[in-house]
């Protein structure tokens, strides 16, 4: 696991500034603390930080071909290198070296862009063409490493696995991107292409571009998605069998490492089968990692205990503090942009605890969104129902009117969630699915904003990065569809990301055998009706489990890595809270209602409604601003 950067000038006639390439480089250090290189050629460099895990002899980056036509930086593992290798071998092409690094140059050479069709692994890369004078990029599968990049009006082309390294770059604008900011505050989290910054992109996953000299544009293209294309129906029982067959495999192949191995231990279903298919293959005890919280409602402690004692596993487990806030710029510094899913704090901590350990570690992260097991699924599915029963002209009127007239009731519980139902019904799908999921509704973010800022918006909501990926969905099915926009917004924007940087922040290199994509092509292929059966979510993965984890771990309510974020905003965060959200930094973006943060504030503290989401989301927009923008 590694961090890549690199300048392309498309004149195709300028020296690259070695100082630049490296300040770029080094602001990536922590991705790769092993070794360092670059490699600069007229009109190109390329810069590489090295985390060793195969091959660590002789796997140094940038790689050049023998000839020196070729040169890659490459980030990530390529699980199938070995079968790929030999396939190349029996075409001619010769190795210096063991690494699947070489490997994926090879494939370039032998294969071109279409190698990435052939590739099984989490990647990102990039490989110049000296004679042809191209630079070509891609990303993997479902996006499990980042790619970053952003063409210049002067015809640089920079690219990198960070926001921050491209930013290093002194002719690049901070200029944020309004768009980018209304999405932030409905999602959380800033989704594929776009970036907070005006003219910085990631590249979405599944896509490759191809740059040459004379290239006044970026144009990316789609090379992989998630099919949803039904398979024949079969009996439960062999579909089982099938599932822990393909599960057992996609760990197994993700289990090569040239140093210290583990797995995260959440308790959660996920993990223990990840630690399950790990320990049954594995002759050698497993070591695995898990946060505990030192209050019950918080702590899945006791439900990971379990599954380390049943697999004997060489178990460490931390218990934190509830109240560990203390992270909050740390988080903003790894980021880069606004990022407000508070589960990042423990997400960093048990990275924090896995690095003092081993140096990768299995995560069981892609079985919510593989089976339908997030609850919003249930309710989104539930609301569909009545959808189907009532045309639109009847819910419309009828529960847009109740949901104007419900009480928004703060203080009850997830299921008392009338006023947000009737919303929902009063929507198409993918309208409901938005609302249900959206950080702030749009009713607070149209109060959120000022007049002027709304203006620079020229009508752009946010629900339209769902409906543009939801006109493309390869599937008709409701909930198919709901699988598809998470696979396209929530995994790469939220999930892959808050791993990616916290556990690069420790160099720690994190694999998702549940996300390997053969394995998403087949459970894509699954009836909805075995993942989401009733009211209970990931159905035929938990039945194919039985026989290998404690019924409780599997038919338990879930908690995941939540944490107080409420009653921190009212107590020790209080003034911390009202000073950075009404900070004149945060008014001087002339973004921001003055009045409307001073009344989330007051009736936060109050106790008068719960603002959290709202506050966070605020809180962690300021940081963004002092450490990235103002800094």
Known sequence: MCGIVGIFDTHGNRQIDRQVLTRMNESQHHRGPDEGELHIEPALGMGHRRLSVIDIATGQQPLRSTDGAMTLVFNGEIYNYRELRAELIALGHEFRTKSDTEVVLQAYRAWGADCVLRLRGMFAFAVWNRSEKTLFLARDHVGVKPMFYSLLPNGYFVFGSELKSIMTFPELSRALNPRAVE???????????????????????????????????????RYWDVPFQPAAARPEAEIEAELIERLREAVQSQMVADVPLGAFLSGGVDSSAVVAMMAQQNPETVTTCSIGFNDPDFDESTFANQVAQRYTTRHHAQIVDKDDYGLIDTLAHLYDEPFADSSAIPTYRVCQLARKHVTVALSGDGGDENFAGYRRYRYAMAEQGVRARLPLG???????????????????????????????????????YFHGVAKMPDRVRDELFTDQFRTDLQGYRAIEVMEEHAANAPTEDPLSIIQYLDFKTWLPGDILTKVDRASMAHSLEVRVPLLDHKFVEWSSSLSPSIKLKGSEGKYILKKALEPHLPHDIMYRAKKGFSIPIAAWLRGPLREQVRQAVLSQRVLDTGIFNEGYLRHMVDQHESGLKDYSVALWSMLMFEAFLRVSVNS
């Open 183 to 221: 999405d932030y505050f409905a999602y959380g989290y800033v989704p594929e292409p776009k970036t907070i910054f005006n003219n910085a992109y990631k590249l979405p996953p599944g896509h490759r571009v191809t740059l040459r000299v004379g290239s006044k544009s970026v144009t990316p293209e």
């Open 394 to 432: 009847l819910r419309k009127p009828l529960f847009g009117t109740l949901g104007k007239l419900y009480p928004k009731a703060d203080w009850a519980p997830q299921m008392f969630r009338a006023k947000t139902t009737f919303e929902a019904l009063a929507r198409d799908l993918v309208e409901g």
